[in-house]
């Protein structure tokens, strides 16, 4: 049994009610309640993934602290973004467990249950609403109601006009609120992305290659911001440049054929002989 499986039994409240028979081993989900008392946020515990015999996840058991900023690196075909889809509920794992917390269990929900409990991914790739106005991409990522009748009927009231202001400042596009989408900067679009995650007030974020195709500028700007969110979100930055991942300090856990195959500050895994072996090189 894995160590983090053992923290799991000996911690979620789950596998008390499992061992006195209560439930019949049946996993509780709390709606809308995120239980972080025990200070870890995402708990990954053995979790196996296989496509037509390949195993992209083996065994892969880890924790993620509340307020934590974690970078995620390893070759491709390492497992990254597979353990995404399982913690976002896009893929199914064949063995192991995913909890959000100690009593939510992600492998028992949707992927829409999953980002309204608050766990938010952002793609390499930006999507926003080009033809729309910075301001109102945030206002139509808010948790609103979406029906068709409310679109076109609501105003914008001062609650969600000085919430959006404030995610503008966060992201540093205040300047830009009234400007078509389209036609920001590749960093400013991804910036706007983040910001339309942010406003939906997540607990947790998943970030894949967030700085890619950024230049040097946009690059430390993007650091300064994810530097700034810790500690009022959880992040998880998957990601290949390590003069930006050197920028956000931290843990960084390394993995390789779909399992953790080293973890420590920067300076550690780059010295590991098995991480310059199968990912950094000589």
């Not at 956000?248 to 080293?262: D, I, R, Y």
Request: one cysteine or more; hydrophobic letters at 40%.
């Amino acid at each position: 049994m894995s160590t983090t499986s053992t923290a799991l039994d000996a911690l979620n409240p789950l596998k008390k009610k499992e061992s006195a028979g209560d439930g019949a081993g049946s996993h509780i989900l709390v709606p809308g309640k995120l239980d972080i008392s025990h200070k870890v946020i995402l708990y990954l515990d053995s979790i196996t993934v296989s496509f037509d015999g390949f195993k992209a996840l083996n065994n892969l058991s880890m924790e993620i602290d509340a307020g934590e900023l974690r970078c995620i690196i390893g070759p491709n075909g390492a497992g990254k973004t597979t353990m995404m889809d399982v913690i976002t509920g896009k893929t199914r794992p064949d063995e192991g467990r995913c909890f959000f917390g100690q009593t939510i269990d992600l492998t028992r929900m949707t992927e829409p249950e999953i980002a309204h409990a608050g766990i938010g991914r952002k793609f390499q790739k930006p999507t926003i609403f080009e033809a729309h106005t910075v301001f109102d991409n945030l206002e139509l990522a808010l948790k609103t109601d979406k029906s068709a009748w409310h679109s076109l009927f609501a105003t914008v009231n001062d609650e969600v006009r000085d919430r959006v202001s404030d995610t503008l400042r966060t992201i540093r596009l205040d300047t830009e609120a009234g400007r078509p989408a389209g036609l920001l900067s590749h960093g400013q679009k991804q910036w706007l992305e983040i910001g339309m995650l942010l406003i939906q007030e997540p607990k947790l974020l998943l970030l894949d290659e967030p700085v890619a195709g950024m230049t040097d500028d946009e690059t430390a700007r993007t650091g300064e911001l994810f530097k700034s969110l810790a500690g009022k979100h959880s992040l998880v930055v998957v990601e290949h440049d390590m003069a930006f991942i050197e920028q956000l300090g931290g843990k960084v856990t390394v993995l390789h054929e779909g399992s953790v195959l080293a973890e420590g500050d920067l300076a550690t895994v780059q010295n590991d002989e098995r991480v310059i072996e199968v990912y950094l090189g000589r």
